[in-house]
């Protein structure tokens, strides 16, 4: 049973990367965790606090749009955004996935954060099977692989997971839990 009626945690998760990152939001805040794609703009208007978390694919933070389209519906809450991707987090990359996302009117009142997930290619749907595949051979074909590119490589043989619970301390800070 959730303490926090206040605050509710919406994720979507094709591999599980982000999903650990709202359970353990979730835990830490003891509130409600709903899965993405089965909720809706109304099932979130009892909430003070939305926290929406995903996978980011070709710079796309899955199903975001539950936010961003509904935005007017929303716009009186507390609205958190983290998206989960397999790079390092670094501050350009940030910058440019929080632009990609969210649209202009909306990014002083959306916070933003990138929490580094993982990749597990056996977990991956057959579409994004090829597309990775494709990826892999245009990785393979780079002349002078960065750092980056050797880890991605060597990841299609055995999954990474950087996802670690400390991650999600800043997100707790900005809620005014946590130190
Ligand atoms: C087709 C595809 C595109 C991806 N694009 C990105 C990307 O643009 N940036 C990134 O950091 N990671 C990218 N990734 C890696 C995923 O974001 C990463 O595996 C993430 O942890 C997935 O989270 P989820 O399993 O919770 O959905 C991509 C993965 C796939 C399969």
Not at 75 to 95: D, F, H, M, Q, W
Request: net charge positive; hydrophobic share 40%; proline share 3%.
């Amino acid at each position: 049973m959730s303490e926090n009626k206040k605050i509710v945690v919406v994720y979507r998760s094709k591999s599980g990367f982000a999903k650990n990152y709202a359970i353990w939001l979730s835990e830490k805040l003891k509130c409600d965790l709903l899965e993405g794609t089965k909720a809706k703009a109304k099932d979130l208007l009892s909430y003070d606090t939305i926290i929406y978390g995903a996978g980011l694919y070709a710079i796309g933070i899955n199903g975001i749009k539950l936010i961003t389209k509904n935005y007017d519906l929303l716009k009186n809450k507390k609205l958190i955004v983290y998206a989960v991707g397999a790079s390092p987090s670094r501050s350009e990359t940030t910058e440019e996935v929080r632009k990609a996302n969210i649209p202009a009117e909306q990014l002083d009142k959306i916070k933003f954060f990138y929490l580094r997930g993982g990749f597990d290619y056996s977990r991956l749907t057959f579409f994004n099977k090829i597309l990775m595949t494709l990826m892999k051979i245009k990785l393979k074909n780079t002349k002078n692989p960065d750092a980056d590119a050797k880890g991605m490589l060597a990841s299609y043989d055995h999954p990474l997971d950087f996802t670690n619970v400390k991650y999600i301390e800043p997100i707790l800070k900005f809620i005014g839990i946590g130190e």
